[in-house]
Nanobody, 123 residues
């Protein structure tokens, strides 16, 4: 079992920034790829960023490329998501998730999830 606890979201104005953390416990953190998903109202949950267990490879969705940065510190069992230049369309509930080995874009392939955190971007 892996337990994930995400930091709180927040309310930010357009072009602002937010930082998220997701702390893991329970198993060897470096064995798990981590993903951050967004779930906007009325839309499907989608992968916005992911990182391999070693941190050596990352993925960013085209919509956030160059704006959102995922990173991890395996010594602290923590994954981070830095969100810059936020837009109103980034408003969503954000989730961190973990799966063994490599990341995928399929939310159903991630067995472990943190609690969702609301991010609201005002125009």
């Amino acid at each position: 079992q892996v337990q994930l606890v995400a930091s709180e979201g927040g309310l930010v104005q357009a072009e602002g920034s937010l930082s998220h953390t997701c702390a893991a416990s329970g198993r060897t953190f470096s064995n798990y790829a981590m993903g951050w998903f967004s779930h906007a109202q009325g839309k499907e949950r989608v992968l916005v960023a992911a990182i391999t267990g070693s941190g050596g490879r990352t993925y960013s969705a085209d919509s956030v490329k160059g704006l959102f940065t995922i990173s991890r510190d395996n010594a602290k069992n923590t994954v981070y998501l830095q969100m810059n230049s936020l837009k109103p369309e980034d408003t969503a509930v954000y989730y961190c998730a973990a799966r063994l080995y490599g990341y995928t874009g399929y939310d159903v392939s991630y067995p472990y999830w943190g609690q969702g955190t609301q991010v609201t971007v005002s125009s």
